[in-house]
């Protein structure tokens, strides 16, 4: 069983700057591949970024290109998304997510994560 808790999300204006942590804990004996999805009410989630095992391999969506990064420290379990020049449309919801340990690569659909967190509420005002 695989365990997820983000943490990072706050109230910031626009233009400015969060990291946004997601601890991985439970029974692995390699690295998960791992996803952040955003969602605010009444929309579809959306897909922010995702990362390979190894951190060699990241893959963004067409919206926050050039303004977010994913990144993680497997000595501490963690993944990260720094988020800059952050604008009022990327309120909403921040969840990290899991793949199951047998998948090759990150991917950007949802269905391909079966393991999620909680989400945390990253709210920027205009």
């Known amino acids: 069983q695989v365990q997820l808790a983000e943490s990072g999300g706050e109230l910031v204006q626009a233009g400015g700057s969060l990291r946004l942590s997601c601890a991985v804990s439970g029974r692995s004996f390699r690295p998960r591949i791992m996803g952040w999805f955003r969602q605010t009410p009444g929309k579809e989630r959306e897909f922010v970024a995702a990362i390979s095992g190894d951190g060699r391999v990241t893959m963004y969506g067409d919206s926050v290109k050039g303004r977010f990064t994913i990144s993680r420290d497997n000595a501490k379990d963690t993944v990260y998304v720094q988020m800059n020049k952050l604008r009022p449309e990327d309120t909403a919801v921040y969840s990290c997510?899991?793949?199951?340990?047998?998948?090759?690569?990150?991917?950007?659909?949802?269905?391909?994560?079966?393991?999620w967190g909680q989400g945390t509420q990253v709210t920027v005002s205009s």
């Open positions: 997510a899991a793949r199951r340990l047998e998948s090759m690569a990150p991917s950007k659909n949802e269905v391909d994560y079966p393991y």
